[in-house]
């Protein structure tokens, strides 16, 4: 496989040049060199400017905020998660509407009432969601199995299948890039999944702990979401998220969102558009913050010759994977032995082409900040031209599996706002005259809010 390494010493300090450029910064080589840099930097600078131009576009209003109300821990004034938005708690809260469509008339209000509230304890944030329909024997709502809701369209942007629904986007950290999805339908089906980069990569595979509720009324339908802070990844300190809210109303072909409803590069996915959500303040700390799971296998076998000799012999195996939040936002996964047995089947494919399926990464080890790795660009009816890191290809050999003995990942935010990744794993072949295969991956990013850079990626595998 191929090696990259370090760029030289010139390409290095154009890279310097132009990150000091594009963050406005006061970048100043000497006067002698400084034109052939600056003309290296003036696409990127141009490049600059119409992303802040694109920002804050003249005479667009202010991004909404809404504010979320913190209740007691006693039943009475706690939430019961039955899609009826009847505790009093609800009430204490101001919701969020004036709802918008995407489709089909752009910037014009929606044509049914959508109201959002937001409610938190000590353990869990609570989403409330009426869904006003004159109409609430025409709802469709057909699907009730995990993560089929919503899917990827042909740009890998999020969209509903073909139920009424609402989905619910968190940027925890308000880098404006990253955030995590929660929808459900009228029948209370669960859609989770994770977004890097503003859509740039839609994990769909991706699964939280987390509840919903949904029921049919005489006004249309609500919902209640039910997401422990454990299951998200968060800054703390009372700084606002990120928040959008997306709906369809699958009879009229209706999609309407609180914010960022321009069909012009805009939508669910477009976290730099999206609202404020306020007021959460003293969230619980993630304490150690590990996850431990362990697992143990053993067998036995007893064979009988045709003399009537027996033989037995035992098997034992063992294994574990640990999750550990070194900061918020920054885990580290590790695995040792590793068992996927307990993995979800692929859907069966025919492939008619001459290229190879890209099936989606399901493994949990893997799954977590994904879309960091994901450096290059999928093709939608052919293969991809640029891709440097396939997850899928890690455990598996033209000739079948090939064991994981065990891995380490480090991926999320580090310090100053910079989106890391690494991920080292080893694997072994039964078999091979060299048994241990060592794959190691590596990749950066340096992000900063609305200005993405990429670092080099370097890859190594050592047959």
Not at 136 to 160: T, Y
Not at 429 to 449: D, E, F, M, Y
Request: glycine fraction near 10%; include cysteine; proline fraction near 6%.
């Amino acid at each position: 496989m191929t090696v990259h390494t370090a760029a030289p010493r010139r390409a290095a300090r154009l890279l310097a040049a132009c990150a000091a450029l594009a963050a406005g910064g006061g970048w100043a080589p000497a006067l002698p060199r400084a034109l052939p840099w600056a003309l290296a930097c003036l696409p990127l600078a141009a490049l600059r400017t119409g992303l802040t131009a694109q920002q804050t576009p003249e005479g667009r209003a202010e991004r909404p905020s809404i504010r979320a109300v913190r209740v007691g821990p006693n039943p009475q004034t706690g939430i019961r998660l039955d899609g009826l938005l009847d505790e009093p708690a609800w009430g204490e809260a101001r919701p969020a509407g004036d709802f918008r469509q995407r489709e089909p008339r752009e910037g014009e209000p929606a044509t049914e009432e959508t109201q959002v509230w937001v409610l938190y304890d000590a353990r869990t944030l609570y989403i409330g969601v009426s869904a006003r329909d004159r109409e609430p024997d025409a709802l469709i709502a057909r699907i009730l199995q995990r993560d089929r809701v919503m899917q990827a369209d042909f740009d890998g942007r999020p969209q509903f299948a073909g139920d009424d629904g609402v989905a619910i986007v968190f940027d925890p950290f308000h880098d404006h890039r990253n955030g995590v999805v929660f929808a459900t339908n009228p029948n209370g089906a669960e859609f989770d999944a994770l977004i890097t980069d503003e859509g740039r990569q839609f994990n769909i595979s991706w699964r939280g702990v987390w509840s919903v509720a949904a029921r049919r009324t005489a006004e249309g339908w609500s919902a209640e979401f039910a997401i422990p802070f454990r299951t998200l990844r968060f800054a703390g300190g009372g700084e606002p998220w990120g928040l959008n809210v997306y709906r369809v109303i699958r009879r009229k072909n209706e999609e309407v969102l609180w914010t960022a409803w321009s069909r012009a590069n805009e939508g669910l996915a477009r976290l730099s558009r999206a609202g404020h959500l306020e007021g959460l303040e003293g969230l619980p700390r993630a304490g150690l913050g590990v996850e431990f799971k362990p697992y143990s296998l053993t067998g036995g076998t007893m064979e009988y010759d045709s003399a009537g000799g027996r033989s037995t012999s035992g098997a034992l195996d063992a294994g574990l994977d640990l999750k550990y939040e070194v900061r918020p936002g920054l885990v580290l996964d590790a695995t040792l032995n590793t068992d996927f047995a307990q993995v979800e089947v692929d859907d069966e494919q025919v492939n008619l082409t001459r290229f190879d399926l890209f099936f989606p990464e399901k493994r949990d080890f893997f799954l977590e900040n994904a879309g960091i790795f994901e450096f290059g660009t999928r093709g939608v009816f052919e293969p991809p031209p640029f891709l440097l890191f396939f997850s899928r290809r890690v455990g598996i050999a033209a000739d079948g599996v090939v064991p994981v003995l065990g891995g380490v990942r480090l991926t999320g935010r580090g310090l100053q706002s910079a989106t890391i990744a690494s991920a080292s794993i080893s694997t072994s072949r039964s078999g091979s005259t060299r048994p241990l295969t060592s794959t190691i991956v590596l990749a950066g990013r340096i992000s900063r809010k609305n200005s993405p850079w990429a670092l080099p990626t370097f890859s190594h595998s050592a047959m």
